[in-house]
DNA sequence: ATTCGATCCTAGCACCGCTAGACAATCAAG
DNA sequence: CTTGATTGTCTAGCGGTGCTAGGATCGAAT
């Protein structure tokens, strides 16, 4: 028995490995420079061991992307729980989360640009995205106004967010302002 | 003299048809499919012929890019012109704007999502690009409300609309409630 | 000690973006 | 009309990609 246990435990450490070489890649050089040679090499065995681990490069992208999810949920609720009053706690929000996005581009691409492979905003969700967005509908809900769903809400300030993340990462929107834009967004959209 | 302008003039038309084919080709198939190879069967010339009219596969999604940067500023400006009271241009401009992406999601994605080796947002960016947000500015910089920069504003409001138009389509996004959340959108952030 | 199954690697497939060099067509000069 | 240079295009190939078939190796159980 102990030695089959031993065998898993460190199949299970070896899975770890990958993902977070996976990781340090993708934030090193970008996903592009992420190939299956590259990170086979980094992870001292040869490529079909990945395939016996996961499908392929989308289900390695998907399990960084999970990884991603819970840790920004972490944040968002760090961030918010330390903050006074539903105007700061939205404000304190919206931080954390174009903070998360800006420190982890790599990660916040693998949850929200690329394709990883998982079911979003469905039943077949895995845990740690419904966690993610339930720490910005616990935040949120608050102030999302008389009359208004707050999942609904919700969506609607995170895509604001994501759009300002993805469009000032990729260069389309000049960095300096960003303060600026998300104070202008959380005063309108924000319902104190 | 007539000869060398009908080559110009040749040449000219078989660029047109590269950039037209590689837009169709990504509308039906996705990016991904768009290969140098698949497009040089599709116009009828070897690859190389490609490479004598663009630097690189880059180059053809920015000219993909820029040719629906012109068709989003005349569909937006459409929209808006044809409806009455602030309030209601800045819905329709919503609305244009999630309509051009969801129709258009491969030539969306040349503009806001892939490298097409453009510049955004400085001096030397392409005159279309300029023009897209300048259609955006002219409607939205009368509900900017008191002492917000009507730049700063649209810049927000775009985000805005660009974080629901991808998130939606990639499935990020419950596309039910898609007109809700413009709605909501619009009015938070519009000053009326 | 010997089987046998799990584990891992080598080698290779079809495809990718891109380019060097051969070849044919065209034009200007003698 | 015949050259020679120039232009245009193609074939073939490079190094890379994700992924996989099949053989070698090694450890556990008999």
Redesign the pocket.
Known sequence: MS??ER?QRE?AE?ERLIVTTARELAEQQGWD??????LAERI?????????HF????EIIGAVALEGAAEMATAVRAATSAADGPRARVAALARAYLDFAARNPAVYDALFQLDGGLAYAQEDTPEPLKDAFAALLECLAEVAGDGVHPGLFTETFWASLHGLATLTRAGRLPPEDAAQRVELLVDRLAVV
């Open positions: 030695v089959q065998k199949r070896r420079a992420v190939t299956t040679r590259r001292e065995y040869s490529q079909p061991v990945l395939y016996s499908r392929g490069k989308r």
